[in-house]
């Protein structure tokens, strides 16, 4: 900064060289199709609160208890997100403090879960003999990563995986949906503490009311972990765990179009444990800025516009997967129910990998990423899959009209096996696409 305590110059006066990495990144959203299901362009509102001069200010502790002075537009804010949450996703209590998601998740750890070691006591003795015996932590029963789970539901290298132990349900092998027999006899047979619904990586339609049964049956907890379709149920275009799910937790971004954030959601009777895990057990000042920045995106979805984007998303989905399967892809359950699909290269390309045609359809300006699928016999960075969705897309006003043309141009460069001739021809039919469809007009 300088001297001059008045002297504030613009970005690109202050500092050209990160000025400039954002003119690039602009330029490459502006120019690329962005078809990673966890992406989303945000609204000028959103982006205007996110980058908002609440950005200055502390606000350690919850509205009207704060440990600082000078919050009372924090907690204006604040309050109002936490009530726009509440109304949009119909639960009794919303913390709106978690930075990502994975933050939200760990709010209901530390509030319904006991840490401790992820082996039993034999394990740990069996495998360090000369080391202390830890007490074993509760058990979680969570969906496996490779079969569309996430890192944070008990993957031994998250600090998840590290507190707990953790038993995963997958999908049948045949119809590569949630096998709920598989979580009915395991929850039988190992009595978890906690039962984590939701995924990164699955197409279809979850059965809320069954888990909760399972759930009751066992006397465990149940967790809904609603990332990826948050825009969905608070749409109603996907069912809503909430009135059966003591803990509802999401990221802010996706479906959801807001900022990069979290969220979690609980039943009346956790909500002070709840605020205690989140402040002061996880995080200490929350980000204000990004706090606005939800109840801009809280206000947007409660506007009738969000249900028909949604529709839009969806729609979308199922004719991009319909346009990829009439083009010899298979797709992991045979397509989708809501915003992604999971594409797998095993049976119409053997020899290539979710990594490559990940960085073939980046050069040719579409943006996917690699993703492991059921049964996948190559390594998490190799993969033998590819996740597509539709939300940023959606966003960009593409309709499902265009999807066939999104189909041939993802057909086009994998078969090409990312040659530069196809690849560059493929980008220039992009560019010509996002400028009939361009981002943040002015």
């Known amino acids: 900064m300088s001297a001059d305590p008045h002297h504030h110059p613009p970005l ?67 309050s109002l997100a936490i009530e726009r949450a509440k109304k949009l996703f119909g639960c009794d209590h919303a913390n709106v403090q978690p930075h990502s998601g994975s ?37 979680v029963l969570s969906l496996h990563l490779d079969h569309g789970g996430h890192l944070s539901h008990g993957k031994n290298v998250n600090v998840s995986g590290k507190w707990f132990r953790v038993i995963h349900y997958g999908v049948d092998a045949k119809t590569e949906r949630i096998d709920m027999d598989q979580v009915a006899r395991l929850a039988r047979e190992h009595k978890p503490r906690l039962i984590i619904t939701g995924a990164s990586a699955y197409a279809r339609v979850w059965e809320w009311d069954r888990f909760a049964q399972i759930a009751a049956d066992v006397g465990a907890l149940l967790m809904a972990d609603i990332a990826h379709i948050a825009g969905l149920v608070a749409a109603g275009l996907h069912p809503s765990p909430a009135p059966v799910c003591p803990f509802v937790t999401t990221t802010t ?125 190559r390594k998490p960075m190799e993969t033998s899959g590819l996740r597509i969705g539709t939300p940023a897309v959606a966003t960009r006003g593409l309709r499902p009209e265009h999807m066939a043309a999104v189909a041939d141009l993802i057909q086009r460069v994998i078969a090409g096996g990312g040659d530069d001739k196809t690849t560059q021809q493929v980008r220039g039919e992009v560019r010509a696409i996002c400028a009939q469809f361009p981002l943040y007009k002015d």
């Open 253 to 377: 971004h996706k479906t959801l179009r807001g900022p990069r954030a979290g969220l979690t959601m609980c039943k009346a009777e956790w909500a002070k444990k709840i605020d205690s895990a989140v402040f002061p057990g996880l995080q200490g000042g929350p980000l204000m800025h990004v706090i606005a920045a939800k109840a801009v995106a809280f206000g947007e979805a409660l506007r009738p516009e969000f249900k028909a984007y949604q529709q839009l998303i969806v729609d979308d989905a199922r004719a991009l997967a319909e346009a990829l399967m009439s083009r010899g892809f298979r797709l992991v359950s045979g397509g989708t129910d809501n915003h992604l699909m999971m594409v797998d290269l095993r049976q119409s390309h053997p020899d290539v990998s979710g990594a490559m045609a990940e960085k073939w359809l980046e050069n040719a300006g579409i943006i996917v990423n690699k993703n492991m699928i059921p049964f996948d016999q």
């Open 12 to 78: 690109r006066d202050a500092d050209p060289a990160v000025a400039e990495i954002f003119a690039r990144e602009l330029r490459r959203q502006q120019e690329t199709l962005e078809l990673i299901a966890s992406e989303n362009h945000v609204s000028r509102a959103v982006m205007e609160a996110a980058g908002s001069i609440f950005t200055n200010k502390y606000a350690e502790g919850y509205p009207g208890r704060r440990y600082y002075g000078g919050c009372e537009n924090m907690d204006a804010v604040e």
């Open 103 to 139: 933050q939200a998740n760990q709010a209901v750890f530390l509030a319904a879960m006991r840490p401790g070691s992820p082996l039993t006591e034999a394990e740990q003795k069996a495998k360090n003999p000369d080391q202390p015996v830890r007490t074993p932590g509760d058990l």
